[in-house]
């Protein structure tokens, strides 16, 4: 077992590597509460994290990066065994120098780890994802390094901010997929409320506050998905539906203009007409 601790920064960075010929365990503490991004590479040992009565296991670590908030409460438990060796880098450090952190750093964890910068138990875990093949040859890279001295610190202080550097453009990247997984949920959401209020349709404000995005974006997503402004889809849908009420419904001229939400009969044929070419009155 080698564990050594560099310090960059207001960084600690762990390196742990360790091989067996039989089953071993590796257990260890934080001395303090920190935040910290661990990367696993090929040996895909085995982790279990112990705090209290719970317990999380980690069965396949090779590639991951994990990041977590613990304290000094928390115990880290590797179990290695001859096909399941243990390769790590810890990036850690105390909430106390976020804002020490240099190249906005500190900023990027209170934006991207947010759950770890205000934790609510000893142990809490963030966002984790299988690493990217520049991350793994990072990884690798500092594992076979042969360097020594200042030679040696350059070296790893150019790697770890790398490494740091991909791991949060990754964690960008899922955060931007993810709001805009949410707010497709919620533009197709502003398609239901329309359609099933044609006649007295909420206004952007009224929409805006439903769905819980503001409205300047709501009027900008909404085009870029559907291809037309909020009341325009409402527009051209009024009056398919008007369409769809007098020519299989049966339903009076008259009685589609109220029901899609026209006072105006002649607003409504005229509109009508510019859509379909033909006035309603025409349908056969």
């Not at 040992?45 to 999380?56: C, F, I, P, T």
């Not at 790893?156 to 990247?173: D, K, N, V």
């Not at 299989?248 to 001229?253: D, I, L």
Request: proline share 4%; aromatic share 10%.
């Amino acid at each position: 077992m080698t564990r050594d601790f560099i310090h960059i920064n207001d960084f600690v960075i762990l390196v742990e590597e360790a091989y067996a010929t039989t089953v071993e365990i590796d257990a260890c503490r934080f001395e303090e509460p920190l935040i910290s991004v661990a990367f696993y590479g090929s040996g895909n040992v085995d982790l279990a994290v112990k705090y209290g009565r719970e317990k999380k296991d980690f069965h396949h670590t090779k590639g991951l990066a994990l990041s977590f908030y613990a304290d000094d409460e928390v115990e880290f438990e590797h179990t290695i065994s001859p096909n399941k060796n243990l390769q790590c880098i810890v990036v850690a450090t105390a909430l106390r120098n976020l804002e020490q952190l240099p190249n906005q750093e500190g900023q990027l964890f209170r934006e991207l780890l947010q759950e770890l910068v205000s934790p609510k138990d000893h142990y809490v875990e963030g966002p984790s994802f299988l690493m990217t093949p520049e991350m793994q040859h990072i990884l690798d890279a500092i594992f076979s390094n042969q360097y020594s001295g200042k030679t040696k610190m350059m070296f790893f202080r150019s790697q770890i901010t790398a490494l740091l550097s991909h791991f949060f453009g990754q964690l960008a990247l899922m955060q931007d997929t993810k709001s805009r997984t949410d707010h497709t949920e919620k533009l197709n959401q502003v398609k239901e409320i329309l359609l099933a209020n044609l006649e007295n349709p909420p206004s952007l404000t009224e929409l805006s506050k439903q769905i819980g995005l503001n409205t300047t974006k709501l009027k900008k997503e909404f085009k870029a998905v559907f291809g037309v402004p909020v009341f325009k889809y409402l527009h051209n849908e009024r009056l398919v539906t008007a369409h769809k009420l007098i020519n299989e419904q049966k339903s009076t001229v008259q009685e589609a203009a109220w029901q899609v939400g026209y006072d105006s009969l002649s607003s409504f044929s005229n509109a009508f007409a510019k859509k379909f070419g033909y006035r309603p009155s025409q349908i056969k």
